[in-house]
């Protein structure tokens, strides 16, 4: 699922700034895994009791460990005490909130990432102002460059479906840059930079930064999507393997109703993290989708035979079973309350 939609310190802004001391590794489940769950709704959850009550009940049903909760900018200043009182109630619940927001606009062919950066800094605002069974745990960010609905926007300097090496380099073939292949380029660039100064940002104010990831960006057309960063003198290398140190936990969207594949669309990403130093290897995970409309074989919501509780919960067990030989996996992410909430058991 693709995200919704104070001004940062210019030394935040700038991909060269210092990265400031990691949170302490987090705490895992009794069986050493994660289960995180995407909350999309959270306006109308947090304007009802009862709403809160059935998240709550219902994540705990499911083994949740974490909750993905979107938070507009504006929202922490505009729902504070409701965030309180849900919040207290989900930490009692041993579950850990995190915000979220993301959008293709963030990225810097669009509106940029300013707003994205102020949602960050009223998160830990409220934080500061709230008490520990009150906060935020870390935040999330869903940016998706090659976003379905970015074409219609006329936002196509990903230049969906060509694959690195048939880019074209012809002069005024880009569409913000001067050639294609600069400008996916410059995007990967920005979309890594917006990552570093939101981890920056987070880890000076001791919170966890995660973000949900695309499972192709080694495969895409049968290639890497390869950039150098933060520019030309850098080594050039499939963007995963930067995007990994700017990530605690890196949320791979790998799905698909065959739990094989699904495993599959992670193997790399894991294996390549736990090649990483132990202070530095990130969280990653797999997730699974059960929103309807989103398609056959990639939703299980969309899927014959496949859209139960029970049935998403045994295809979760499998991934697992297939990934834990990689120390940097840390478990499976579900996506979306709303849906999984509305699933048959």
């Known amino acids: 699922m693709h995200a919704l939609l104070l001004l940062c310190a210019i030394s935040v802004l700038d991909h060269t700034v210092r990265s400031a001391p990691a949170p302490s590794p987090r705490s895992t489940t009794a069986h050493g895994l994660i289960r995180g769950m995407w909350v999309w709704n959270s306006v109308s959850i947090l304007q009802s009791p009862t709403q809160m009550n059935d998240l709550i009940v219902g994540a705990t049903a499911a083994n949740i460990t974490d909750l993905y909760f979107y938070m507009a900018p504006s929202s922490y200043a505009t729902f504070t005490n409701q965030l309180q009182t849900f919040i207290s109630q989900a930490s009692r619940a ?10 293709r606009t963030y990225l810097a062919d669009a509106q940029g990432p300013r707003l994205f950066y102020q949602g960050i800094n009223n998160l830990i605002a409220y934080n500061s102002h709230s008490s520990p ?23 196509t300097a990903f ?31 920005n979309w890594l930079s917006i990552h570093e100064s939101a981890r920056n940002m987070l880890h000076a104010a001791s919170l966890r930064f995660g973000a949900a990831m695309p499972f192709w960006t080694s495969t895409y057309y049968g290639e890497e999507i390869r950039v150098s960063y933060p520019d030309n003198t850098s080594p050039r290398q499939c963007v995963m ?23 599959g669309r992670v193997e790399t990403q894991a294996a390549y993290a736990s090649t990483l130093p132990v202070g ?30 029970q049935v998403v919960a045994a ?10 030989k990689y120390p940097a996996f840390a478990g499976v992410g579900l996506h979306m309350w709303q849906a999984w909430q509305a699933l048959p058991a």
């Not at 041993?94 to 959008?103: K, T």
């Not at 969906?160 to 996916?184: C, E, F, H």
């Not at 295809?315 to 834990?324: E, F, H, S």
């Open 133 to 155: 069974s009150q906060r935020f745990y870390g935040f999330q960010a869903d940016i998706e460059p090659q976003d379905s609905h970015a074409d219609s926007q006329n936002l």
């Open 241 to 263: 393997k930067y995007m990994m140190h700017y990530v605690d936990e890196y949320v791979i969207m790998s799905y698909n109703t065959d739990p094989v594949n699904a495993a």
């Open 94 to 103: 041993r579950l850990r909130v995190w915000g979220l927001d993301g959008a």
């Open 159 to 189: 230049h969906n479906s060509i694959p690195d090496s048939q880019l074209s380099t012809t002069a005024k073939s880009g569409v913000w840059q001067n050639t294609a292949s600069q400008d996916r380029e410059q995007l990967m660039r």
């Open 280 to 309: 530095s290897m990130p969280n990653v995970f797999a997730a699974v989708e059960v929103t309807t409309g989103v398609g056959i074989y990639i939703s299980y919501g969309d899927t014959p035979g496949k859209a139960s509780k």
């Open 315 to 324: 295809d979760m067990r499998n991934i697992t079973a297939a990934l834990t």
